[in-house]
């Protein structure tokens, strides 16, 4: 056996892979550019949503109510995990407040509950509070509805609900350390009071400068705990140990598989309207929650009517709705949009220079976008608010604008062309970090392909969740960063485009803005109306500065059984209270028979 | 016999702790901290709050000790069998863990039956018909086999079946004790792809044992007296070929927990490698160290068995 | 016997005797020869290293040229295999993926191959406590199912094409290197080492002139194994999405975005054919290579008492040719 020939075969194999190496950096950029569609475009069945009527129905008891969800529960006690990751709370435990029922879908559909962050006053009703009063800012004073009583199981034993209860609770939250509220929000806690003043009167007190963080916190958004159960387990953190006074009881968890929940036959609340009004809730025998953190597994499952509800991407819901056409659906545009952020503090950075991000937006063309990416099915107005019923004070549509505002949301790259070239940059090298999914990174690479026309060589430098969460959270980019906005129901902090928060990740700071947030703090959690007023007189302002990229931001749909009934399509009955449609639900079950026999 | 035994477990402490090390410092290596993933679903306000908010958690989690403090706790806690807390959900790690392990398991035995019914036979049946039609067909069955991405398998089974006949696996899991049949349907898809994977890997080692054992004397000695094929291959041959397929077996076992992460993510099993993965995505360090630690002991004692069971069989190794 | 009859049997046994070529030649002829499943296999790798090198000349349009075509058009003579969601051609991201796959292949199994060899052969050559102390470390990694490691690791280095190929070289390397341990200790004790080591040949000199060649064998054999096993392990974290990341299209990662399967098949099927047909062709390659190399599948088959029909078949045809002539 001679050496040579292996030396030989083996140093050729060494330089294939150097050669590879050298070739490897070519292939990274896009060659040409194709951004004139050629062939045929799938057109998408795009239409307004439909408007579900009220239900006509008397409501049947019994049924279980399955849901599909991606992510595990992450824990069961508020103190520990947050409001929006202890999803089963919202059907075991009620806040003081909630949305109006009465005044949604199922009533006079003023409202159709679909953004999760929902937090105004003016649309909220008693919970567990019958009314409430503001007598002045600073002061709120809750009525505690009574006969309400806590679930029957032991160490709570099913006794009333007292104003104490209020107290104990929201001053535990305020002040246990790992508590969301006391965490993010410690001026707020320590500038506020909470009392009891009578068997069923709770009075909070708070300076005014955090008025307006504690009408958010605290009224819906603070679940209401009974005091026996820290006192005799320390937590609420372990399943079996959770009590309130929900319309569920959590009477099963598998971790990483299921959640069951079972009726509460003590629950207070009679159905407020509808054919059903004056009936004990809630209608559901049990509830049950599949955690499916496949996509493809979790829409399988709705299409063998496994699952009665599952949340939808818009590419599935048009093959759902022509393949599946009994099956119900709703969509909306949600509050969390994702937007190209970039780094408007820098003086040497081009992305300081306003006509520089004017050419950026000019020269992406939305209609494309929206009507071959997404098929017709997004919307482009979606920053920094969105569009839905209870916020239509606070919007303003893309034809509302002044025109100069219109012009920059017009595809014009010989326009943009020239605009960088005025600022001096008739050629352009930018980064943007993103999180290294395919949703992510082809929207990325369709942006790269139409600034590639004008001059700007995007690179996508995608990085995994956890690196890129943390650029987001410590606005630790150098450029640019693909990442979402915060929820609607904090548009009165204007934190978009305002203050230190990761949500404004261009590093916005301007005197003019400053102003119009000033002025809105004064009527935080007293005049809604006159906040979304100034919102809607400083948009035209915020719009022309260009200090993010929109998208283009798809419908988001739920699809349901046809046999859940005086269900609409909401996502919570309560400001981030997930998973509570089957509140007020009830099941056909001669329908479900009917259709899928059993 | 028993002097061996003893010397293996010894030898396996030194690595045992090798591997406590690896794994306590290879995940704090990992970029992107767990508490910068916490604090992005809190809102501060202002810059202050936010560090304010970071201090709590890093208290609050234990992370604000030096390395070799935090590692040694850890340890401490490893040995007396406390794996502690998720950071994230707060829930006992020993006791998850201990609730994953049987479904992790049943994927894994059930996986190995099959793959051993489907290698052995094929493996027998190459050796013996060597280089004829029968041997062609039955590798390049087999390497098929093998050659299938597992994970490409399993989406195909749950997207199409269900728009073509209605049908999709179970959406939740069915515990052995609720239901066995149900149990036993929801295990054997994913279980078959797995077992089909795997076969590759033990049909080579049996055809490649097989053959060897065939050139053996005593084989031809059998030849030559005259005895029926049957008679040779399965009471002279095999038997000494099937020793080292225990050996198999314990090399199968890592390559088993590791490629059940992919079933139980696409038939959404709650399992050891589902565990990890959320954990890994999450960077929960108490679980992905609990969870390695687990697992590398598990396939340290399993070889062990394998050795000594192998050495049992086999009297010309156990006094090495 | 005639003086012409002698001169023609001397021609015909010098005939008989076989031409030795070198190495790897006569491996080349031996497979094409007696291992037809295995020459198929070899043309299948060899396609795929065509097929990665030229990809630029062979691929219509770029991998990451967006709206060639409308999004998920159906196959057709302008694409061989159809478009994605934004439009581009899948029939060019395929072949791209030859190249990925390619790179990953071969890297990963020639970083594996060196790094096998290293610490086999001075783990298995020096022997005693650095043995011990190697064998020990090896143990260490090797509790650790692959998938584990592979995920913790590309967790800390973050997704790329080159951190998975390095990572997964240094995790068959490790593997690899028992065998190549037993091979080298077997080889240890033969007298021809004995012999160098007699007339004072240094270590270096008999590791490489002596050890390695004749270790070549099971070498070879790893290499094509973990070829194929980088492949699919590759695809399999792409999968996850710890691999390589989008747009570089990754085999397994263009089988991750489940969410367009169900309308374009396209998308679900050519990806996962092209990688059955690739790790297929190099197990086959690499069993054929197994057969001719192990020492201990030579001289004598299965049946028989140890020779298939066909060479019986040759060596009859043979020996009748010679006693023909005569």
């Known amino acids: 056996?001679?050496?040579?020939?292996?030396?030989?075969?083996?140093?050729?194999?060494?330089?294939?892979?150097?050669?590879?190496?050298?070739?490897?950096?070519?292939?990274?950029?896009?060659?040409?550019?194709?951004?004139?569609?050629?062939?045929?475009?799938?057109?998408?069945?795009?239409?307004?949503?439909?408007?579900?009527?009220?239900?006509?129905?008397?409501?049947?008891?019994?049924?279980?109510?399955?849901?599909?969800?991606?992510?595990?529960?992450?824990?069961?006690?508020?103190?520990?995990?947050?409001?929006?990751?202890?999803?089963?709370?919202?059907?075991?435990?009620?806040?003081?407040?909630?949305?109006?029922?009465?005044?949604?879908?199922?009533?006079?559909?003023?409202?159709?509950?679909?953004?999760?962050?929902?937090?105004?006053?003016?649309?909220?009703?008693?919970?567990?509070?019958?009314?409430?009063?503001?007598?002045?800012?600073?002061?709120?004073?809750?009525?505690?509805?009574?006969?309400?009583?806590?679930?029957?199981?032991?160490?709570?034993?099913?006794?009333?609900?007292?104003?104490?209860?209020?107290?104990?609770?929201?001053?535990?939250?305020?002040?246990?350390?790992?508590?969301?509220?006391?965490?993010?929000?410690?001026?707020?806690?320590?500038?506020?009071?909470?009392?009891?003043?009578?068997?069923?009167?709770?009075?909070?007190?708070?300076?005014?400068?955090?008025?307006?963080?504690?009408?958010?916190?605290?009224?819906?958004?603070?679940?209401?705990?009974?005091?026996?159960?820290?006192?005799?387990?320390?937590?609420?953190?372990?399943?079996?140990?959770?009590?309130?006074?929900?319309?569920?009881?959590?009477?099963?968890?598998?971790?990483?598989?299921?959640?069951?929940?079972?009726?509460?036959?003590?629950?207070?609340?009679?159905?407020?309207?509808?054919?059903?009004?004056?009936?004990?809730?809630?209608?559901?025998?049990?509830?049950?929650?599949?955690?499916?953190?496949?996509?493809?597994?979790?829409?399988?499952?709705?299409?063998?009517?496994?699952?009665?509800?599952?949340?939808?991407?818009?590419?599935?819901?048009?093959?759902?709705?022509?393949?599946?056409?009994?099956?119900?659906?709703?969509?909306?545009?949600?509050?969390?949009?994702?937007?190209?952020?970039?780094?408007?503090?820098?003086?040497?950075?081009?992305?300081?220079?306003?006509?520089?991000?004017?050419?950026?937006?000019?020269?992406?063309?939305?209609?494309?976008?929206?009507?071959?990416?997404?098929?017709?099915?997004?919307?482009?107005?979606?920053?920094?608010?969105?569009?839905?019923?209870?916020?239509?004070?606070?919007?303003?549509?893309?034809?509302?604008?002044?025109?100069?505002?219109?012009?920059?949301?017009?595809?014009?790259?010989?326009?943009?062309?020239?605009?960088?070239?005025?600022?001096?940059?008739?050629?352009?090298?930018?980064?943007?970090?993103?999180?290294?999914?395919?949703?992510?990174?082809?929207?990325?690479?369709?942006?790269?392909?139409?600034?590639?026309?004008?001059?700007?060589?995007?690179?996508?430098?995608?990085?995994?969740?956890?690196?890129?969460?943390?650029?987001?959270?410590?606005?630790?980019?150098?450029?640019?960063?693909?990442?979402?906005?915060?929820?609607?129901g904090t548009f009165w902090k204007m934190i978009n485009y305002n203050g230190t928060s990761q949500f404004n990740g261009s590093y916005v700071n301007d005197p003019k803005v400053l102003e119009a947030y000033t002025e809105m703090q004064k009527y935080a959690g007293i005049d809604e109306k006159k906040m979304d007023e100034i919102h809607r007189n400083i948009l035209p302002y915020v719009l022309s500065q260009c200090w993010v990229i929109t998208r283009t931001t798809p419908y988001t749909y739920y699809f349901w059984q046809p046999w859940v009934k005086n269900y609409y399509g909401q996502t919570a009955n309560g400001y981030y209270d997930y998973y509570t449609a089957h509140n007020y639900a009830w099941i056909d079950l001669e329908l479900r028979k009917q259709m899928i026999g059993k | 016999m028993s002097t061996y035994i003893i010397r293996r477990l010894i030898l396996i402490i030194p690595t045992l702790i090798l591997v406590t090390i690896i794994v306590f410092l290879s995940v704090r290596f990992i970029p992107g901290s767990v508490i910068d993933l916490m604090s992005a679903t809190m809102p501060p306000d202002v810059t202050a709050d936010a560090e304010d908010a970071r201090a709590y958690i890093k208290n609050v989690l234990g992370l604000d000790v030096p390395l070799h403090v935090q590692y040694a706790r850890w340890f401490r806690g490893v040995v007396t069998g406390d794996l502690g807390d998720s950071l994230w959900?707060?829930?006992?790690?020993?006791?998850?863990?201990?609730?994953?392990?049987?479904?992790?398991?049943?994927?894994?035995?059930?996986?190995?039956?099959?793959?051993?019914?489907?290698?052995?036979?094929?493996?027998?049946?190459?050796?013996?018909?060597?280089?004829?039609?029968?041997?062609?067909?039955?590798?390049?069955?087999?390497?098929?086999?093998?050659?299938?991405?597992?994970?490409?398998?399993?989406?195909?089974?749950?997207?199409?079946?269900?728009?073509?006949?209605?049908?999709?696996?179970?959406?939740?899991?069915?515990?052995?004790?609720?239901?066995?049949?149900?149990?036993?349907?929801?295990?054997?898809?994913?279980?078959?792809?797995m077992g089909m994977v795997m076969s590759g890997t033990t049909m080579r080692m049996t055809r490649t044992m097989m053959l060897e054992v065939l050139r053996q004397d005593y084989v031809k000695t059998a030849w030559a007296k005259g005895l029926r094929e049957r008679s040779v291959v399965v009471r002279h041959a095999m038997k000494n070929a099937m020793i080292p397929v225990v050996t198999i077996i314990g090399l199968q076992v890592p390559v088993l927990i590791g490629g059940s992460v992919i079933m139980e993510r696409i038939f959404n099993l709650p399992g050891i490698g589902r565990l990890l993965l959320d954990a890994l995505g999450q960077r929960d360090y108490p679980v992905i160290s609990g969870v390695n630690v687990v697992m590398a002991t598990a396939v340290l004692l399993i070889n062990l068995v394998v050795d000594v069971v192998y050495a049992y069989l086999d009297p010309r190794i156990s006094y090495r | 016997m005639t003086e012409g009859a002698r001169v023609a049997g001397s021609t015909e046994i010098s005939k008989a005797i076989p031409k030795h070529y070198p190495f790897f030649i006569d491996l080349l002829i031996r497979l094409v020869r007696q291992k037809p499943l295995g020459t198929v296999g070899g043309v299948i790798v060899l396609v795929l290293f065509l097929v990665g090198i030229f990809a630029p000349l062979l691929a219509p349009f770029g991998f990451n040229e967006i709206y060639v075509g409308g999004p998920l058009e159906q196959p057709s003579l302008n694409h061989l295999m159809g478009t994605d969601n934004i439009g581009r051609d899948l029939f060019s991201r395929i072949v791209y993926g030859a190249r990925i796959s390619m790179y990953v292949g071969l890297g990963a199994s020639t970083i594996g191959a060196f790094l096998a060899t290293a610490i086999g052969t001075i783990s298995g050559y020096i022997g005693g406590k650095t043995d011990i102390v190697i064998q020990r470390l090896v143990d260490a990694w090797m509790c650790f199912p692959a998938l584990f490691i592979l995920l913790t690791v590309m967790a800390i280095v973050g997704p790329g094409l080159v951190q998975v190929t390095v990572v997964l070289?240094?995790?068959?390397?490790?593997?690899?290197?028992?065998?190549?341990?037993?091979?080298?200790?077997?080889?240890?004790?033969?007298?021809?080492?004995?012999?160098?080591?007699?007339?004072?040949?240094?270590?270096?000199?008999?590791?490489?002139?002596?050890?390695?060649?004749?270790?070549?064998?099971?070498?070879?054999?790893?290499?094509?194994?973990?070829?194929?096993?980088?492949?699919?392990?590759?695809?399999?974290?792409?999968?996850?999405?710890?691999?390589?990341?989008?747009?570089?299209?990754?085999?397994?990662?263009?089988?991750?975005?489940?969410?367009?399967?169900?309308?374009?098949?396209?998308?679900?099927?050519?990806?996962?054919?092209?990688?059955?047909?690739?790790?297929?062709?190099?197990?086959?390659?690499?069993?054929?290579?197994?057969?001719?190399?192990?020492?201990?599948?030579?001289?004598?088959?299965g049946r028989y008492g140890g020779v298939s029909k066909k060479l019986i078949k040759e060596n009859k045809r043979q020996i009748a040719r010679a006693t023909i002539k005569n």
């Open chain 1, 1 to 488: 056996m001679k050496k040579h020939p292996v030396w030989l075969v083996l140093s050729v194999i060494i330089i294939l892979i150097m050669a590879l190496v050298s070739c490897k950096q070519t292939t990274t950029t896009t060659e040409g550019t194709g951004t004139t569609v050629k062939g045929q475009i799938i057109q998408r069945v795009t239409e307004t949503p439909p408007v579900i009527p009220p239900s006509v129905e008397t409501p049947k008891y019994g049924g279980t109510f399955v849901y599909a969800r991606e992510t595990d529960i992450q824990g069961f006690d508020e103190a520990f995990t947050q409001h929006f990751l202890a999803d089963t709370l919202h059907s075991t435990n009620e806040e003081l407040l909630s949305h109006d029922w009465t005044r949604g879908p199922a009533g006079t559909a003023e409202f159709d509950y679909q953004l999760p962050g929902i937090n105004r006053l003016d649309i909220k009703a008693g919970t567990l509070a019958e009314s409430w009063e503001i007598p002045e800012r600073g002061r709120m004073i809750f009525h505690i509805r009574q006969g309400v009583s806590f679930q029957n199981k032991p160490p709570v034993n099913g006794r009333e609900l007292v104003a104490d209860d209020v107290v104990y609770s929201l001053n535990r939250l305020m002040t246990e350390p790992r508590s969301y509220i006391k965490a993010g929000y410690p001026a707020m806690c320590a500038a506020t009071t909470v009392t009891a003043t009578g068997k069923y009167k709770v009075e909070i007190k708070t300076s005014e400068a955090e008025f307006g963080n504690m009408t958010s916190l605290l009224p819906d958004f603070a679940n209401i705990i009974p005091h026996e159960v820290i006192e005799t387990y320390g937590d609420m953190r372990d399943w079996k140990n959770a009590c309130g006074t929900g319309p569920f009881i959590l009477s099963d968890f598998v971790a990483g598989s299921a959640v069951t929940l079972t009726r509460n036959s003590n629950y207070w609340r009679t159905d407020p309207v509808g054919p059903g009004k004056g009936n004990k809730l809630p209608y559901l025998d049990s509830c049950k929650m599949l955690i499916i953190p496949d996509m493809s597994a979790r829409y399988a499952a709705l299409r063998t009517a496994k699952v009665d509800w599952c949340g939808v991407t818009w590419d599935e819901a048009a093959n759902l709705r022509k393949n599946y056409p009994t099956l119900k659906w709703a969509k909306f545009i949600h509050d969390t949009v994702y937007v190209i952020y970039m780094r408007t503090d820098k003086a040497d950075s081009p992305l300081s220079n306003l006509k520089v991000r004017q050419a950026l937006t000019m020269g992406v063309d939305y209609t494309t976008l929206k009507d071959v990416f997404y098929g017709g099915d997004a919307q482009i107005m979606c920053w920094p608010v969105v569009q839905s019923k209870e916020y239509a004070g606070a919007y303003v549509p893309l034809e509302q604008y002044p025109q100069e505002v219109q012009d920059l949301y017009k595809y014009q790259p010989e326009k943009a062309r020239a605009l960088l070239a005025e600022a001096g940059y008739p050629s352009l090298k930018l980064t943007i970090v993103c999180y290294n999914t395919p949703t992510q990174v082809d929207v990325l690479s369709q942006v790269k392909a139409f600034w590639e026309k004008i001059g700007v060589d995007l690179t996508i430098d995608a990085k995994d969740y956890a690196v890129w969460t943390a650029a987001m959270t410590r606005r630790s980019y150098d450029q640019m960063l693909y990442s979402y906005t915060s929820g609607i």
């Open chain 2, 89 to 193: 959900t707060g829930r006992d790690i020993t006791r998850e863990i201990l609730n994953r392990i049987p479904i992790s398991l049943e994927l894994g035995i059930l996986a190995l039956i099959t793959s051993m019914i489907i290698a052995v036979p094929i493996g027998v049946y190459s050796a013996v018909r060597q280089d004829t039609i029968g041997d062609y067909i039955g590798r390049s069955v087999a390497i098929f086999c093998i050659s299938l991405p597992g994970f490409w398998l399993g989406t195909m089974v749950v997207v199409f079946p269900s728009v073509w006949w209605g049908w999709s696996p179970s959406a939740q899991y069915i515990p052995i004790t609720d239901d066995l049949g149900g149990n036993l349907l929801q295990f054997i898809i994913p279980a078959v792809i």
């Open chain 3, 169 to 301: 070289g240094i995790l068959y390397g490790i593997g690899s290197s028992r065998i190549v341990r037993s091979t080298v200790i077997s080889i240890k004790n033969n007298t021809y080492i004995e012999a160098a080591r007699a007339i004072g040949c240094p270590v270096s000199k008999t590791l490489l002139r002596h050890v390695l060649p004749n270790i070549m064998a099971p070498i070879i054999i790893l290499f094509t194994i973990n070829m194929g096993a980088a492949i699919l392990a590759e695809a399999s974290i792409s999968f996850l999405g710890f691999g390589i990341p989008p747009p570089t299209p990754s085999w397994g990662g263009m089988l991750s975005e489940t969410r367009f399967m169900l309308q374009a098949w396209w998308l679900a099927i050519w990806p996962g054919i092209a990688l059955s047909i690739v790790v297929y062709g190099i197990n086959m390659l690499g069993d054929a290579l197994r057969d001719l190399l192990d020492p201990r599948l030579r001289g004598g088959l």
